[in-house]
């Protein structure tokens, strides 16, 4: 016999009652992007490979050594599976000239794809919601953007997640503090580890985010590039600073924070947390002015985020957030041909009115369906039998509360099920 076939190392199935949490969480971020403008745009999954040696960084990590990347075999094209959104997005924002009238605030889901280790909170497909500002120079769509954040975790009722920043600067005030650092580091070569060394001349600034614990001191003595920010630079950097601060929000400057696409300029954040182990970046971004330039389009000034759905998910159900599964409303139980027909037409007059309906299928005793009546979290099951088929009648029966079921008219089961569910709620409300 043939070996059964498995889902590919790090990309995992998402199964129901999960699948449903994930689309409970999915309709509160698209209500939470609506009320902040922003609207949905949606790109392919595999891009021109060259889109993102150019948008990330040849000498990335994600570039290098991440990429799923192949050649079409019909044309010869080099093509990837996208490692990240903001590329593609900006792309498709230049092929389609969306900012001719003016500035966009666009958002997207959807699953990214780099070729990392796996372990918990870091696998080969992760989901991500990407937000991008395009247009807007000031600061206040940085601090905008960081408040929008926190506003998503008050909704979702997390808590424990923190905010660092930091500003990159311009590229002329990096280049002055990559040659500083560079110097620094080739003086204290022999305590770089392995991936110290093979970044210090074609990615310095990523050494400065080392997690190892043996290079902590190297790096907190190395030149920070805050102190080479020239006046414009500084004023952005206090003017997003002064913004969260008349918020109220809390937050730490983190002077070794970088990020790891190239693209970045200015403002740079990420929202952490000590409850996922090594993965505890939650959400990260920032300003990305240069990047529509680069990629072949007129200079505007951008900004964005990303945050990790998977790493959403798993702090949501450490901390006992995570939504229920949805249950219908309905449930019909039924025996018998006749009762076959009439449960069919019960069920179709009660989607009719809105309901939520789940029939059985698969035969089985009134008590047997009844059990997954029950478990089915349904608040009412309608039964259907013979008796009940001649005289052209269902029985109703709640499954939360204790009364008793009672006889209504195949003709004002629709009525009788909507004043049964809903009535009851606005008797409540009404009190």
């Given at each position: ?27 509160l971020v ?60 900006v ?10 009238d003016?500035?966009?605030r ?18 080969r ?11 807007l120079?000031?600061p ?33 005030e ?74 109220g ?20 954040f ?8 090594a ?13 529509i330039e ?7 000034p951008?900004c964005?985020f ?13 901390e ?81 509360v204790?009364?008793?079921q009672?006889?209504v ?10 004043d049964?569910?809903y ?9």
């Amino acid at each position: 016999m043939s070996q059964t076939l498995q889902a590919i190392r790090g990309m995992n199935d998402i199964l129901p009652p999960e699948a449903e949490r994930w689309e409970a969480f999915e309709e509160l971020v698209r209500d939470w992007l609506f009320s902040y403008g922003y609207r949905p745009i949606r790109m392919p999954l595999v891009e021109p490979t060259p889109l993102f040696a150019r948008a990330i960084g040849a000498v990335t990590d994600i570039v290098e050594k991440e990429m799923y990347s192949f050649t079409d075999a019909l044309n010869g094209e080099a093509l990837t599976l996208r490692p990240e959104g903001t590329a593609s997005c900006v792309r498709a924002v230049l092929q389609h000239n969306l900012l001719y009238d003016g500035p966009k605030r666009l958002w997207y889901m959807g699953p990214m794809f780099r070729h990392e280790r796996p372990q918990k909170g870091r696998y080969r497909q992760f989901h991500q919601v990407g937000v991008e500002a395009l247009g807007l120079a000031g600061p206040d769509i940085d601090a905008e953007q960081i408040l929008m954040c926190a506003r998503l975790w008050d909704d979702l009722g997390l808590h424990g997640i923190t905010l660092e920043i930091n500003s990159l600067g311009q590229p002329e005030e990096r280049a002055r503090h990559r040659a500083d650092l560079i110097g620094y580091l080739e003086k204290h070569f022999d305590a770089l580890d392995d991936d110290g060394k093979r970044r210090l001349h074609t990615n310095p600034l990523r050494i400065l985010d080392t997690k190892n614990p043996a290079m902590q001191a190297l790096v907190e003595a190395a030149p920070k590039l805050i102190d080479y920010l020239g006046e414009d630079s500084l004023k952005h950097f206090e003017g997003v600073q002064q913004l969260l601060k008349d918020a109220g929000l809390p937050y730490r400057i983190n002077p070794r924070l970088v990020r790891g696409l190239d693209y970045y300029n200015l403002t740079v954040f990420e929202w952490v947390t000590d409850r996922l182990g090594a993965q505890g970046t939650v959400c990260a971004g920032g300003r990305y002015d240069g990047l529509i330039e680069q990629l072949g389009g007129k200079r505007a000034p951008a900004c964005g985020f990303a945050l990790g759905i998977e790493r959403l998910m798993a702090l949501l159900e450490a901390e006992g957030e995570l939504p229920a599964s949805p249950a219908p409303d309905v449930y019909v139980v039924h025996q018998g041909e006749g009762a076959v027909r009439l449960a069919f037409r019960a069920a179709e007059a009660l989607r009719d009115v809105g309901c939520a309906v789940l029939t059985h299928m698969g035969g089985g005793s009134f008590k047997s369906q009844m059990k997954r009546a029950d478990a089915s979290g349904a608040q009412l099951a309608v039964l259907i039998g013979e008796d009940e088929v001649q005289k052209n009648e269902v029985s109703l029966k709640p499954l939360r509360v204790a009364i008793e079921q009672w006889r209504v008219p195949i003709a004002n089961l629709a009525e009788a099920v909507s004043d049964w569910l809903y009535g009851r709620d606005e008797a409540v409300n009404e009190d």
